[in-house]
């Protein structure tokens, strides 16, 4: 699905409104395979980007219009080839792993990391339920700055480019730099 915009990051949850024929026959085709379909964007030049975020349909409520109420699960990155947009689009994917870092140099990001998001909640800027409970569950560094990416970066072209990076380290740079600026930390 061509969403200029919208990232779905790998274990984030994304509503969706199905509305459009071509996407009513996609979810249809994939509701009757594996459930699965990707978010890709369209990028300055209408080109389909090369990276996208690939999701499971948790939940899907059909209604008498033809029309459909969904939950896509993030499962991970992938880069798309091979793209065709007739009759839906349709692409070759492959998953894009990420790419582990200096353990050390993962923790140091992510305590600052945690620090902004005491930050945050002492801001009052209001936090998914359960959103805190949630990270501290989370060992891995990627899925930590995905969780975090999903949950506070408003900018959709800073989350295109954490969505596109691979490198667990150079991710969670760049998400405390977006961090810093957005909420306008020194």
């Known amino acids: 699905m061509i969403l200029p915009g919208v990232s779905l990051f790998p274990g984030a949850l994304l509503p969706l409104y199905i509305f459009e024929d071509r996407y009513r026959r996609m979810l249809g085709q994939a509701l009757g395979s594996g ?3 990707a978010i890709a964007h369209a990028g300055d030049d209408g080109e389909v980007a090369a990276t996208g975020g690939l999701g499971f349909v948790r939940a899907c409520v059909s209604k008498p219009d033809g029309t459909s109420n969904l939950i896509l699960q993030g499962v991970g990155r992938v880069t798309f080839s091979d793209v065709r947009l007739s009759p839906f689009p349709r692409a070759v ?8 870092g ?7 990001i992510r305590r600052e990391l945690d620090e902004i998001c005491r930050h945050v909640r002492a801001s009052g800027i209001a936090l998914p339920q359960g959103f805190e409970t949630y990270l501290k569950q989370v060992h ?5 700055a995905d969780a975090l990416a999903a949950a506070l970066i408003t900018d959709p072209v800073e989350q295109r480019g954490l969505l596109e990076e691979t490198s667990v380290v150079v991710r969670m740079e760049r998400l405390l730099r977006c961090l810093i600026r957005q909420l306008h930390l020194p």
Do not use: H, K, N, T
Not at 93 to 100: M, V
Not at 140 to 144: E, N, Q, S
């Open 35 to 37: 459930r699965m379909f």
């Open 93 to 100: 994917i492959r998953l894009l792993p990420d790419e582990p």
């Open 102 to 108: 200096d353990p050390e140099v993962i923790q140091s």
């Open 140 to 144: 891995a560094g990627g899925a930590y």
